[in-house]
DNA sequence: ATAGGGTTAG
């Protein structure tokens, strides 16, 4: 593993500083002490103009650093905080430790933005132990410092660090505010840990921290997050204020919850309120779509996106994939697909599973290969794919050289998903023997889906002896499924044996094991509705 | 004149 950035060519543009010498000595011999731009202020100015540039102008920013020590003039505490921002957007950490050194040879380390911005920049850079060893020994660090480093440990995904640390601000009783309140709740949100989420909460409350739409933004997030949808929600009607990052993260919130109907829902009200989506929004409505089956919704989207000249790129791309390919218009998501400029690991998992549901092994297969020569490292989620083609085609060979390949060669732990694929893949092929060995040998615990695999494939090839193994094993599992039950009556009356079948169903309904009740939604004139059996229609 | 924050796919 190379550490160098891709920077490194700059380096011997900073030379060792010498604030009061006429002439500077680089690798190219000596340059001409010229001041181009005046004045420091006149610099400064400029790299501030730059740090909100669009674009990454680094090469700009050290030969305009290069040009001011050339110049003979000293640089100040405003100069750094500027020149480090720009060196932490573009994660250049070698040339940043050299400005540090500038910056220790200045003695201007004590100033407060430009610790604050050195914590920043180690962290952005990923150097989590500089920067907390830079907060440790800084004497006067302020709420500032604090939230900064927050920030660093919830960017590498030291989110336990981060509330560890706004933890410890409360245990000191210092000041926390709005900003704070966001990186600690935003870190809560990822590790999903609701009890911490209603601690912070409380917290907020007590101390009366006067809350801005992102604070609150963040609130509904977390709560969402942490899987307490209804909290989520009354904080989002009370809100006083809401931006389009409000709606977004409600309507992705519901998602999230698997509450994909009062996702559209809240989608349809923010339309209402003549709030126009944005990519994230189509994001999430997309995966409502999908996960509803709502093709029509789903078309409107992609429709939409035309017409507001939104790319079908990245995230939103995918997307449209997906949906395309899980709607069952999988030509759709072809199309989506070839017309993308760049394809990720999600690109082609999605079509790779969508060809592999649509009974499409073949073209899943050479999809696969096609990925790995575009060098594109698979994932879990590739693997899952693949081995639906696997099993669905019967390639059992193919099947199991490809899962051993997901430890061997890509170091992925197969989960229960790809257990359940291979054994999904021996019972159809009618190896029952060796689908019962194998998930005797799994590493992990087989879980309700397992057996609800393995006794479908007794089902198919009418092996009673087994499927009564197996049945005694699906019932130890805590949540009993009503299709194993069903599985087996219909295995015994498949058998003829009628009165071990009725004996089955008569147990289900002992067991209180009810078919749950059908849940789906249809779409009225691209209008989703949901419907449960023997309820009435309800939106 | 300079420093900290939110939402997105399989």
Not at 333 to 348: I, L, N, P, S, Y
Request: charged letters at 20%; proline letters at 3%; hydrophobic letters at 40%.
């Amino acid at each position: 593993m190379h550490s160098s950035s891709p920077q490194t060519h700059h380096l011997h543009l900073l030379t060792p500083f010498e604030p009061n010498s006429k002439q500077k000595k680089t690798q190219f011999g000596y340059i001409r002490t010229k001041t181009h731009h005046g004045d420091i202020s006149t610099y400064n100015s400029i790299l501030l103009q730059l740090t909100k540039e669009k674009y990454d102008p680094i090469l700009k920013s050290i030969s305009l650093y290069q040009e001011l020590l050339c110049s003979g003039i000293s640089p100040n505490t405003f100069t750094f905080p500027c020149l480090l921002k720009l060196l932490a957007n573009k994660c250049a950490l070698a040339e940043g430790k050299l400005i540090h050194a500038h910056i220790i040879k200045l003695g201007l380390e004590y100033d407060a933005y430009i610790r604050n911005n050195l914590i920043r920049f180690y962290g952005q850079c990923g150097d989590i132990s500089i920067a907390s060893k830079l907060f440790d020994i800084f004497p006067d660090r302020d709420i500032v410092s604090w939230t900064i480093l927050m920030s660093g440990y919830s960017k590498v995904g030291m989110f336990r660090e981060s509330i560890k640390l706004f933890i410890q601000m409360m245990e000191l009783n210092l000041e926390v505010d709005a900003v704070t309140v966001v990186s600690a709740l935003s870190a809560c949100s990822r590790l999903g840990d609701l009890k911490l989420g209603k601690k912070l909460h409380r917290y907020i409350k007590i101390r009366n921290v006067n809350l801005d739409v992102y604070a609150w933004n963040a609130l509904v997030d977390m709560y969402a997050k942490c899987g307490d949808i209804t909290c989520a929600y009354d904080l989002f009607k009370q809100m006083p204020e809401r931006n389009i990052v409000t709606w977004n993260s409600m309507i992705s919130g519901f998602v999230h919850a698997g509450e994909f109907i009062r996702a559209l829902s809240v989608f349809r009200k923010m339309q209402n309120k003549g709030i126009d989506p944005d990519h994230t929004t189509l994001v999430s409505v997309l995966s409502a779509c999908t996960n509803l089956g709502a093709l029509e919704m789903g078309r409107w989207v992609h429709l939409y996106m035309l017409r507001m000249g939104f790319k079908p790129e990245g995230v939103l791309g995918n997307a449209l994939v997906d949906m395309y390919a899980k709607c069952g218009v999988i030509d759709h998501a072809v199309q989506v697909f070839e017309g993308m400029m760049k394809r990720d690991v999600f690109t082609f998992s999605c079509l790779i599973i969508g060809f592999a549901m649509h009974g499409k092994a073949e073209k899943a297969m050479d999809l696969f290969s096609e990925m790995l020569t575009a060098g594109i490292e698979p994932n879990e989620v590739t693997f899952v794919g693949v081995l639906t083609a696997c099993s669905h085609a019967g390639l059992v060979k193919e099947g199991l050289l490809q899962f051993d390949n997901m430890l061997k060669i890509y170091g992925l732990n197969p989960d229960v998903r790809h257990y359940g694929c291979v054994v999904d893949m021996l019972g159809r092929a009618g190896l029952l023997g060796k689908a019962e060995e194998f998930v005797k040998e799994m590493p992990i615990e087989p879980d309700s889906s397992i057996w609800g695999s393995l006794l479908a494939a007794c089902k198919m090839h009418g092996n009673v002896e087994m499927g009564e193994r197996v049945m005694q094993r699906a019932l130890e599992m805590p949540s009993k499924e009503d299709g194993d039950y069903i599985l087996m009556s219909n295995l015994y009356a498949f058998s003829n044996r009628h009165n071990d079948s009725i004996q089955v169903r008569k147990e289900m309904r002992r067991n209180k094991v009810r078919k749950i009740p059908g849940c789906s939604s249809i779409e009225i004139d691209g209008i989703v509705y949901e419907f449960r059996a023997g309820n009435k229609l309800s939106l």
